[in-house]
Every structure is written in C-alpha cells, then in structure tokens.
C-alpha cells in the first residue's frame, strides 16, 4: 500500500468516525436533556445539579463537535497539528499517559454502574461516554497519529469489554438472596444435577422438563465443590460469561491466519466477547463452536466428522433447537475452504459427509433426552399454536430498540465486511458457496425470529444466536 492510499484510508477513517461522534452527540445530547428535564419535575422544580451538568455537557459537546467538524474538512492540519503539537507533549508524560488511558477505559464502568447509572440510561449517551472514552485513551498512548485509529479501536474494545464483565462481576456477593428475579431458580435448576439429594421432595423425583444437562449441568458444576458458597457459583457464572468467548475469538479467526500479532488476536477476543455477550449466547453454543473452530481440518474428514458429531451432540442435549446447528457449520467449513480442497465436487461432497455426522450427533443427543428425560406431550402440543408477539420486533415498552433494530446494530457492520469481501472476490467461493452460506444465514434467521415472538422468546437476541454464529463462521474466510 502506497503512502497516498494509506492517507486516504485514514483520512476517510477519521471523517467517518468524526461523523459517527456528531450524530451521538445530538442523540446524546436529546437523552440528557430528557433525562435533566425528567429530574427537575420529579424534585418539583430546576435542579441545579442537572442545570449545570446539561450545561457542562453542551460545553463540551460544542469543543468535540468543533474538531469533528476540523476532522471533515481539513484532516490534514488536524494530522499535523497533533503530530507536531500535541504527540510530543503525551510523549513527555511517560508511563503517566498509561494510567490516564486505564482511568479513560475503567470511566464508562465507574459511571454507569454506580450511583449515576440508575439516571444515565440511554443507549446513546453510554455509547457516546464509551466511544469518547476510547479516543481519549487511544490517543493518550499514541506517539503518532499513524497508531492512534488501532489504539482508540483496542481502547473501545477493551472499554466494552470491561464494563460487560464489571457488570457481571459486581453480582459476586455471599448476599444469600436473589440479586435478580430468576436468580433463584436458575441456581436451583443448577443444583439439580449434583445436590438433588439433598432435597425433600414428597413421592417420586422427575427432573423439570427444561433442564438439559449440557446447559444446567455446566452452570451447575461448583455444586460438586465440598464447601461451595452461593459467590463461587455467582464467580462461575462470571468465568462462563467471559472466558468461553474471549477463547474462541482467540481461535476462531486464526485457525488459517497463524502469523496474526499478539495484539490483533487479544482485539478480536475483545470483539467476539462484546459481539456474542450482546446476542446473549449462552456458553455451550460457544463450546461447541469453539471445539469446531479449534480442531476441524478440512484435509482430515474423518476427524472433522467425529468432531462434527461431538459438538451436535453437545449441543443437542444444551438446548433441543441447537443439535443440528453444529452440523451446518461443519459443513460449511468444509464446502468455504477452498484453499485446502479446490476441487468443488470433492469439497462438496466432504462437506455433505461431515455434516451429517454433526447431524447424526445432535439427532442421537435427542434420543437420549428423550429417554433420560421424557417430556409430557403437553410441552410439544403448544410449540407451534401459541400467539405470536409481533410487537417485540420493534420498539416497545420493554426493549427500547426492539429486536430488528438490535439486530442491525449488532451485525451491521459484518454484513457490510462480508459483502464488501465478496466484492473483492477475497474468497474464491462460486455460487454453490455463496447459495449454500446464505441460505443457512437465511434459516437460521428464520428460525430465531420466529423463536424471537413466541410466547417466552424474550426481548433480546439470545434466540437468534444461531444465526450470528453462522455469520461468524463465513467471516472466518472472508476477514
């Protein structure tokens, strides 16, 4: 790349990120006013805490929106001016500089889950205070503005990502009461499977229809600990919420990239924690697709088959409506990898096998749940005739942005990478790759959205789950 195009490149980063801070600010700017206004009438007049905060806000608003405005139409004297006036005077500040972007990154965590996070929260302005965070301390350990966009994206990554686990982490608590209102039944669900016999339970025990083993066993195994207290189970569900995820990003997108930095691979486990955490994927989707991405080669089917039927099956006795998801990603590893195998018939016909493998895995996960734990007839015979809650789709009383809208937040900008790679032809897929990749995308959809409205689907995107890491798995080859 020529030192023209890398220029360019970067003056058109800063120009869209100068954009992206000026529509935040108005829409951040409209939430603390709200918020001030919602206040003042509360105390039953002007609080002069919120008056001077709105102020405080519109000063700052206005300096960032100046160099925003700097940022669009004249990169280059912002370039130079920070090079040459502002770089050396960070530079001078020496290991200094490294605490005040720690401070710049632990700020969103600090405010939004003390005592003002009960106030502040908008979307947008947490977004806005996250971003703002990440360029000051990407810019606080830049020496030149050539590491300032890696170093604010890392920064924004890491800010995130502090602020997910802290919320998390805040719960760890020998507080022998429930902190949220399913607490106590999830950790009794838990404690099923290792602690059952210590319940009295009148006549003959029968496990709740909903318990898998794979799932609530998971979450369940400090129960074998002699001693546990209800903070090693919280702290478990901490390590479940975190570690399974920075661990696949870790693998996932270097299993054909070896020669990644150390810095490149700890940013894309930042992103896939941010990423699958907001889709609320639950941890034994990730270990099966962790197990996939770790060890399947596409030039070794028969490993990649028994690898298949091993994750299906996990999968399948976690929850019923993953068994068959492990095998569609099997298969599409296969049939995308057309580096290791450019014969199409070959590739295709490898892809068929290690997915049915997976199949066979997740379909006989299902036979032994259904033996081991029978379900009454009566939790079938509802499955497909309950009303559909449309609503949820879009904006609504419980979900500020609804499901479509979170949706389109969350893979955005990974539908662009990804048809912006094939446009490229950065992978050499034909029509048979590209039809056979967006067709899973298209039922996985299909089957999250219509989860996403049925009665007891949630607000959130954890049943679209499915579909967002598939979009992952095409990813792998194309970023």
């Known amino acids: 790349m020529t030192d023209s195009s890398s220029s360019t490149g970067s003056h058109t980063l800063m120009s869209l990120m100068s954009v992206l801070l000026l529509v935040l600010l108005y829409l951040g700017g409209e939430d603390v006013f709200e918020i ?126 502090v602020f ?36 009295l339970v009148e006549g003959d025990f029968t496990f709740p229809t909903y318990l898998t083993p794979g799932r609530h066993g998971l979450w369940g195994l400090p129960f074998l600990i002699p001693g546990a207290t209800i903070a090693t189970l919280r702290l478990w569900d901490v390590v479940l919420w975190t570690l399974p995820y920075l661990l696949l990003g870790w693998l996932f997108f270097t299993a054909k990239r070896t020669n990644l930095s150390w810095r490149l691979r700890f940013g894309i486990a930042l992103w896939m924690l941010v990423y699958l955490t907001l889709a609320g994927t639950f941890a034994p989707l990730v270990l099966s697709a962790i197990l996939l ?50 014969h199409r018939k070959r590739r295709f016909v490898r892809s068929l096998g290690v997915g049915a493998a997976g199949l066979l895995g997740g379909i006989a996960a299902q036979a032994l749940m259904s033996v081991a734990f029978p379900r009454p ?30 949706l389109l937040i969350a893979i955005g900008p990974l539908v662009v990478l990804l048809i912006w790679g094939g446009l490229q032809g950065r992978p050499r897929w034909g029509w048979l790759e590209w039809s056979a990749l967006w067709l899973s995308l298209a039922g996985f959809l299909g089957l999250g959205i219509a989860a996403s409205v049925k009665i007891g689907g949630g607000n959130n995107l954890h049943n679209l789950d499915m579909f967002m890491m598939t979009l992952l798995f095409a990813l792998a080859w194309v970023a």
């Open 164 to 199: 997910g686990v802290s919320k998390r982490l805040i719960l760890v608590t020998d507080y022998p009461f429930k902190l949220y209102w399913s607490e106590g039944n999830r950790l009794w669900d838990y404690s099923l499977y290792f602690l059952r016999g210590q319940y």
């Open 293 to 342: 991405a770790w060890l399947l080669n596409s030039s070794r089917p028969l490993r990649a088959a028994l690898l298949a039927a091993a994750a299906g099956f996990y999968a399948g006795i976690s929850r019923w409506t993953w068994f068959a998801a492990p095998a569609v990603w099997a298969g599409l590893w296969i049939l995308l990898d057309v580096d290791t195998e450019p």
């Open 36 to 161: 001030a206004i919602g206040n003042a009438r509360y105390m039953g007049g002007e609080s002069l805490l919120w008056l001077a905060g709105s102020v405080g806000y519109v000063a700052a608003a206005l300096v960032v929106a100046g160099l925003c405005i700097w940022a669009i139409t004249s990169p280059e004297t912002l370039i130079s001016w920070y090079d040459r006036s502002l770089a050396p005077r960070i530079e001078k500040l020496g290991w200094a500089r490294w605490a005040i972007a720690g401070l710049a990154i632990l700020f969103p965590s600090i405010l939004f889950l003390g005592i003002w996070g009960k106030s502040l929260t908008a979307a947008s302005f947490r977004i806005l205070i996250l971003f703002l965070s990440a360029v000051a301390a990407g810019l606080v350990v830049s020496e030149k503005s050539a590491r300032a966009f890696p170093n604010i994206a890392l920064s924004l990554l890491l800010g995130a990502s």
């Open 377 to 406: 007839e009566a939790v079938f015979s509802t499955a497909f005739s309950q009303p559909l809650l449309w609503y949820r789709l879009l904006p609504n009383a419980l979900s500020q942005q609804g499901i479509l809208r979170s």
